[in-house]
């Protein structure tokens, strides 16, 4: 198997284990509420007056079962968030959220492109085809699949472009912004395409499924294998969540609603107080028999065939991890001691018995089902509980302990017929242990993936990786750093020691200003804030993972990169010189920017300009041009005059922290706006009763590109006056 292949599919299986964890607490809800109000159970016991509809209980335990059935009825979208988090490189919030966002894209797109162009009538002709999906009617069922497209989709496209870079005009939309954006736009070409071909996919799977069943003994057969084979490689997720979780593990009716997937099938029935299918319960019955009494048997022929002066040593460790298999169905220990002893014995009994097990379990009409793993608690709640009248409970347990006399006797027979080397027959110098799955992929290379690490070559390193190195040097160092985040236009950092800040070496990565206040800096580095945070984070998580081995040889070549002050544009030649105004965006007080309680503002790091304490809550655009930057929390906005002249107006002080409440933005960026015209509407009482300061600076950014820029001697202004001058 191509090793890249091999790496991304254990990495896919891995990232299915956080909705399949969910899975216990779900069919833990869903077994007890949906069992205990079932009719039979109360009829059974005679509990009408306790468990009856309407009682007290009852209402509480239907609670339960809703709540269970709500994550089994949206697991796929959980499965979206999963994969893209999981396989997100870095900012995996951003991929999760991105997610949920392409999730409901692709569905209104699947909706919208059948209800346009397509024929729903002949669809529903396809078992379970068509369905109701997270509140979208008559749409494509895709089932898991969906949510796994949609996951790796926007995982793809996360990691491609979380980091992109553009103009400083588009600035804001660079980085982890963008994620969203273009997954909005893929996610609704993902589903065009898919109401057209998921048909064909969706019939291929319910086909494959109808094949399987139909073939008897030999599909039973063969899924127990591969399953049990797959689990030293971690490939088992993959393979058996389509069984589980789609029709390739069979459709069926329940409560006049097709339901597709053995477990969502077991579960409805469950729920609906009918008898389990066999057919559908066999992709988990059959592993009853080898976590309840198989591998506790295989212990006892360990420990039976352990030397003598080694039975003390070995019984303990055997007895707890047949103890652990038995409970919770986690035979880890046991199964890897198989397999380090003798693959031969893990594959060729071992996975050949769990294949007989699924033929067995369907002959005998066993349906017992489970969430997390075969023990003794999945086999009370759903074996047990809901009664050997729709179970057959009783049968598995008597044919379990049939299953354990096999392993036994076969175990047995094999350790003492090839010496092999099991727990307790070790040689002399060996110490008598059980073995992990880590132990075993470790020691046979699987899913070890190779570290990319650096060395004192600055060639190694990516432009942004030198200059996020120089950053957090000239913050004093990992060490130092507690957090850091960023609002428009700059890097808010927390630091142990603010003596250890280096503020020369901050202006060199290309900061226009850096202020230290204790443990608090701020770190200016104008609208292109955002991606440097983003690189920034990135760089201290690739350090933290050993991906990038700092020497100190490494930091003395970066700095030698980026020692360089930023180059500002040369201002233009005085005979090219015109005058510019710039209007006033508000009315209120004038203050001078110095007087500015913002040291990033007052000491006129972010450009030259003036400040306004305003009496009027409103906004308007001081220049003839286009809107460059609206920041979602509504509180600053970027403008570019029509002779190039950059604006930023910045409402209040801090006022990032409001999170945009108060704020209420009247124009879209790329939009042309004229003097006067109303940019942004805000509450002055709200943010001075959060504390906050309404002086808004007014900057132009790109101050460097003009001899002169300079502010209004008038103590208030209204909006429209003449506020700064440049030329």
Known sequence: MNGKFFNLMQTLGRSFMLPIALLPVAGLFLGIGATITGDAFIAQWGLENILGEGTILNGILSILTDVGDIIFGNLALLFAIAVSSSLATARKEVAALSAVIGYLVMYQSITSTLANFGDIESLKEINGLVGSVLGFEETLNT????????????????????????????????????????????????????????????????????????SGPIGGFFYGYVYRALIPFGLHHVFYLPFWQTAMGGSIEVAGEVVNGAQNIVFAQLQNGDVISPEAAKYFSFAFPMMLVGFPAAALAMYHTAKPERKADVKGLLFSSSLTSFVTGITEPIEFSILFASPVLYFGVNAVLA??????????????????????????????LPGNERTNWIILAIYSLIWGLVYYGLFRWAITKFDLKTPGR????????????????????????????????????????????????????????????????????????????????????GAAGVTVS??????????????????????????????????????????????????????????????????????????????????????????KGAAIEPTVGEVVSPVNGKVVTVFPTGHAIGLQTEAGAEILIHIGLDTVNLDGKGFNVLVDADEEVTVGQKLVKFDIDLIKEAGYSTITPVVVTNTANYNNVSASELETVNAGDELITID
């Open 426 to 509: 070790e040689d002399d110098e060996e110490e008598t242990r059980l073995r992990s799955k880590d132990e075993y992929r470790e020691e046979h290379g699987i899913g070890q993936a190779a570290k990319t690490t650096t060395t004192s070559s600055t060639g190694e390193l990516t432009e942004e990786e030198l200059r996020s190195q120089q950053i957090l040097e000239g913050l004093g160092g990992q060490d130092n750093l507690a957090s850091f985040t960023n609002c428009a236009t700059r890097l808010r950092v927390t630091v142990e020691d603010g003596e250890q800040v280096n503020q020369a070496q901050l202006r060199r990565t």
């Open 518 to 607: 204790g443990k608090s800096v701020q770190v200016i580095y104008g609208t292109q804030v955002g991606g440097i945070a983003t690189d920034l984070e990135d760089y201290i998580n690739r350090v933290n993972k050993g991906e990038i081995q700092v020497t100190e040889a490494t930091s003395q070549e970066a700095e030698v990169v980026v020692d360089e002050e930023p180059k500002a544009t040369p201002a233009k030649e005085e005979t090219e010189q015109t005058v510019e105004g710039i209007a006033s965006p508000l009315t209120g007080r004038v203050v001078a920017l110095t007087d500015v309680p913002d040291a990033a503002f007052a000491s006129e790091a972010l450009g």
């Open 143 to 214: 089932g898991v699949f969906g949510g796994i497209i949609i996951g790796l989709v926007v995982a793809y496209l996360h990691n491609k472009f979380y980091r992109v870079k553009f103009p400083d005009a588009l600035s804001f939309f660079a980085g982890t912004h963008f994620v969203p954006i273009i997954s909005t736009v893929a996610a609704l070409i993902v589903g065009a395409i898919l109401a057209f071909v998921w048909p064909f996919i969706g019939g291929g799977i319910a086909w494959l499924g109808e094949t399987i069943a139909g």
């Open 355 to 384: 294949g007989l097990s699924v033929v067995v379990v369907e002959l005998l009409s066993i349906g017992v089902g489970f969430t997390f793993s075969a023990g003794f608690l999945d086999f009370f709640l759903y074996g047990m």
